[in-house]
């Protein structure tokens, strides 16, 4: 088996997006995926891996994670060549369950959770969509909206925490959902860089805090999203405000690769500190855990390397007696090997998961997802992703289309 072509597509729907298609000359086709820049990740891939890749056997994985990750450059961090890697290898896994016939949790080793426990990011449907304002920096808002400025269903999340946090926690108790993730501090933050929050701030961003504890008592868990926009001052004194809601974790309280500060806040509250979705490679986790800087170890498929490096990541935080968590708030591959690959790990925490995306466009773009029941997630079980493009989304006159041929 050899890889013949390569294609990357590009939907102007979803700018931050990039989907790699890894083609072979036995008609397998495995599909990979990326969040953030997608033009100079595509660049990368055409420019770069496949002058390497093509004519080369797929299910050679770990050898050719070595040969990419070995580059002069964006080894180390989660830029545009990692970025590009990571979508590589989760094709290639792709492709090495296919050929086998085979879901890739099978090949890494088994489920040692028939389920995992979700989290909800409570974001909403057009959160990474063009048409939604503020659109350049996925963690600036648009906090002028109001209640039914953006609603395409009934799972607007993003805007029901800010106004209506104690029903959005009922809703999802109804599911069987038990945690959630909101982000109340990051106005605060955006006003001063995050060099300070005022008394005034900080009491507006407990509120949801409250109305969910009111609403549903303690059926509920509370992840802080802090984006990592905070210095080390008003970052201790937001987490001294939030011990007495006795929050899950906070996550990314200050820039991800901050790591002495980062210990330093754990040195100095009880709350776990989550992170980081940002790194990349086994290296630099290493570094955050050797640090204990973090006691909950998040890990991103689309950043750190691929399907490969997240299991190798969690090996290492799990001889360190610390749990994992997989990111999802990009795309539906990822969200689906994240679901597959949290479904292996011994110490998976959580899987998260954005019902506003699952039920929303990720159905634009794939027909089989990750089934939600009772709150857990099941990975699915056709050969190795188990989902495919839909291959409408080639005619759209928004999307992009680039070819390297062998």
């Known amino acids: 088996m050899k890889v013949t072509r390569l294609d990357t597509l590009q939907i102007a729907e979803f700018p931050h997006l990039l989907w790699l298609q890894v083609h072979t000359d036995g008609g397998l086709v495995g599909t990979g995926e990326t969040f953030w820049a997608p033009g100079p990740v595509a660049t990368y891939i055409h420019d770069n891996v496949a002058s390497y890749l093509l004519g080369k056997d797929p299910r050679d994985i770990e050898l050719h994670d070595r040969t990419l990750g070995s ?5 180390r961090d989660s830029g545009a060549e990692v970025r590009g890697n990571s979508a590589v290898n989760i094709a290639l896994w792709d492709i ?22 979700v ?18 920096f996925e963690r600036t808002e648009d906090w002028s909206l109001k209640p039914g400025d953006m609603a395409e269903g009934p799972y607007e999340d993003l805007l029901a925490w800010r106004y209506n946090a104690g029903d959005l926690a009922k809703s999802l108790v109804s599911e069987g959902i038990g945690a959630m993730k909101i982000w ?16 005034r701030e900080l009491d507006k961003a407990l509120e949801p805090f409250a109305k969910i504890r009111d609403a549903v008592g303690r059926d509920m868990e509370i992840m802080v999203e802090l984006h990592g926009l905070w210095t080390l001052p008003p970052a201790m004194r937001i987490a001294e405000a939030l011990k007495p809601f006795d929050v899950a974790w906070l996550e990314e309280p200050i820039r991800y690769n901050e790591l002495d500060a980062m210990a330093e806040l754990a040195r100095h509250t009880s709350l776990p500190i ?20 973090a006691s909950i170890i998040m890990i991103d498929l689309a950043w750190c390397g691929g399907l490969s490096e997240a299991r190798k990541i969690a090996n290492l935080a799990e001889a360190s007696e610390l749990p994992v968590t997989l990111h ?16 292996t790990l011994p110490n998976a925490m959580y899987q998260e998961m954005v019902r506003a995306y699952a039920t929303g466009w990720y159905t634009e773009i794939v027909e089989d997802i990750p089934i939600v029941r009772d709150g857990r997630v099941f990975p699915l079980d056709g050969s190795g992703l188990g989902m495919k493009l839909r291959p409408e989304l080639a005619e759209r006159p928004d999307s992009t289309i680039r070819t390297s041929r062998l």
């Open 119 to 136: 989290y909800n990011t409570c974001a909403g449907y057009g959160h990474v969509r063009a048409t939604r304002r503020n659109a350049l």
């Open 184 to 199: 109340p501090f990051d106005v605060a933050a955006e006003a001063s860089n995050g060099t300070r929050i005022s008394l």
């Open 96 to 117: 090495y369950g296919q050929s086998l016939g085979e879901p890739i949790w099978r090949l890494l080793g088994g489920r040692t959770h028939q389920s995992v426990p």
């Open 328 to 343: 999802d708030c990009t795309g539906p591959f990822v969200y689906a090997a994240s679901c597959a690959l949290s479904a």
């Open 71 to 75: 580059v002069y450059v964006g080894a």
């Open 274 to 293: 989550a992170a980081s979705e940002r790194l990349a490679t086994r290296q630099m986790f290493k570094q955050l855990i050797d640090k204990r800087a």
